[in-house]
T-cell receptor
Framework: SQTIHQWPATLVQPVGSPLSLECTVE??????LYWYRQAAGRGLQLLFY??????ISSEVPQNLSASRPQDRQFILSSKKLLLSDSGFYLC?????????????FGSGTRLTVV | GEDVEQSLFLSVREGDSSVINCTYT??????LYWYKQEPGAGLQLLTY?????DMKQDQRLTVLLNKKDKHLSLRIADTQTGDSAIYFC???????????FGAGTRLFVKA
């Protein structure tokens, strides 16, 4: 069966520090991968999506970046965090030929920038 | 651009029916989804409806789609305290590599 792992679950980082959040998917190949951010009391904002290794599309210009070094690995990074980067970060995957299956989400990372 | 809108809060009594509404703007939407998010967790897909359907029922859940008005609703029968969560409406076009989510409706169930 397919599973998605996202870590860490919580993170408190000072302003100006770097960030690396990792997401891995098991049990499938060539998935579409996504990073979303959910700010407190707000909806989901799509940050990045990837349809294949090394292929990253950015939805929102900001100081975050994403990389997909392997088929089932998706990494969200920042060189210098801002206070406004605080939020709940969700990784998700979907199957290219099964739109009806929707997205499968990880359990999320709560990031607090102090 | 594409947009999905939902009311932010809904409060019901245990045992009553809950109806969560959603409107979307993209007339080329192929699939419409309802996701559930419990506190501190990721989203779980509850159900979906294909755009050529009017209704879909799955146990206590009923999804109604009015394609003309671009209106989607989720009815939860016999709402329980365990149904308290945030419910997200989402839409996707054929190809489905980009799904647009609403802001979520927080459902409170009073015992």
């Amino acid at each position: 069966s397919q599973t998605i792992h996202q870590w860490p679950a919580t993170l408190v980082q000072p302003v100006g520090s770097p960030l690396s959040l990792e997401c891995t998917v098991e049990g499938t190949s060539n998935p579409n991968l996504y990073w979303y951010r959910q700010a407190a009391g707000r909806g989901l904002q799509l940050l990045f999506y990837s349809v294949g290794i090394g292929q990253i599309s950015s939805e929102v210009p900001q100081n975050l970046s994403a990389s997909r070094p392997q088929d089932r690995q998706f990494i969200l990074s920042s060189k210098k965090l801002l206070l406004s980067d605080s939020g709940f970060y969700l990784c998700a995957w979907s199957q290219k030929d099964r739109v009806s299956y929707g997205y499968t989400f990880g359990s999320g990372t709560r990031l607090t920038v102090v | 651009g594409e947009d999905v809108e939902q009311s932010l809060f809904l409060s019901v009594r245990e045992g009553d029916s809950s109806v969560i509404n959603c409107t979307y703007t993209d007339s080329s939407s192929t699939y419409l989804y309802w996701y559930k998010q419990e506190p501190g967790a990721g989203l779980q897909l509850l159900t979906y409806i294909f755009s050529n359907m009017d209704m879909k029922q799955d146990q206590r859940l009923t999804v109604l789609l009015n394609k003309k008005d671009k209106h989607l609703s989720l009815r939860i029968a016999d709402t329980q305290t365990g149904d308290s969560a945030i419910y997200f409406c989402a839409e996707s076009t054929t190809g489905g590599f980009k799904t647009i989510f609403g802001a979520g409706t927080r459902l409170f169930v009073k015992a």
